[in-house]
């Protein structure tokens, strides 16, 4: 099995999505013996964002690039190819100011492209990444299930992960990170045990 393992969030170590996508990661090892992961961390080390120099390299021939477009134009593939790899896409996603992190929005814009990863046909657009699987850890400060703060953070990436074609996403919360140390850890327990729970079942 192949993993891309993305996070995204700034806080380093004390970050509570990355120690959860670790656990996922982890909980797919009990699962396969052959995981084969590859990681990306947009929030310690971000990837550029779609920018009008790197939007120009999409289509131009690589001897038309000056030196920054080649650079990106390479990572453009190296994203490209990680994501066609995988078989599995863990992804760590905060919610910052209402939604996802810059990091990780900058990755979907580096990655949503058009006949490469989706494409326009005569009854709408169609995703390309079939036969995929998303597990998505949705960290949050606050509460927001079901809230329109919700359809913006969650509901989003699912949009954007079933546009693409993945249609195969779970999603794990812990919400209410910042309501205090009792509410945190509760909510940091369930996510854990949520975890275990799909791969106790998968490993049956
Ligand atoms: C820049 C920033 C913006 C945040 N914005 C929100 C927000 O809009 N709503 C919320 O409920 N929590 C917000 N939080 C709290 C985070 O969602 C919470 O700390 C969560 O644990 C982040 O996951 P992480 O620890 O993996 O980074 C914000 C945190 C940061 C650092």
Request: aromatic letters at 4%.
């Given at each position: ?15 509570a999505s ?73 992804i760590?996603a905060p919610l910052y100011n209402f939604t996802i ?33 998303a597990?998505v850890v949705a960290t949050s400060g606050g509460v927001h299930g079901g809230s329109p703060v919700d359809t913006m953070h969650v509901g989003y990436l699912k949009t954007l992960l079933g ?6 996403v779970e999603v794990i919360r812990a919400a209410g990170l910042g309501m205090?140390?009792?509410v945190r850890?509760q909510a940091?327990?369930d996510a854990?045990?949520r ?10």
């Amino acid at each position: 099995m192949n993993v891309l393992h993305l996070d995204s969030s700034i806080l380093g170590d004390a970050s509570a999505s990355r120690a959860l996508t670790r656990s996922v990661v982890d909980g797919l090892r009990t699962v396969d013996r052959q995981v084969n992961v590859v990681q990306r961390d947009l929030g310690t080390a971000p990837i550029a964002h779609l920018t009008p120099q790197v939007l120009a390299t999409r289509g131009t021939p690589a001897d038309l690039l000056n030196d920054v477009q080649d650079r990106e134009a390479r990572l453009d593939a190296d994203l490209l190819r990680e994501l066609d790899w995988a078989d599995v896409l863990v992804i760590g996603a905060p919610l910052y100011n209402f939604t996802i992190p810059t990091g990780l929005k900058a990755w979907i814009d580096r990655v949503t492209i058009a006949g490469k990863t989706f494409r326009y046909t005569a009854q709408g657009p169609e995703g390309l990444l079939k036969g995929k699987r998303a597990i998505v850890v949705a960290t949050s400060g606050g509460v927001h299930g079901g809230s329109p703060v919700d359809t913006m953070h969650v509901g989003y990436l699912k949009t954007l992960l079933g546009f693409v074609g993945i249609t195969d996403v779970e999603v794990i919360r812990a919400a209410g990170l910042g309501m205090g140390p009792e509410v945190r850890a509760q909510a940091m327990a369930d996510a854990r045990s949520r975890i275990d729970s799909m791969f106790v079942a998968a490993a049956a």
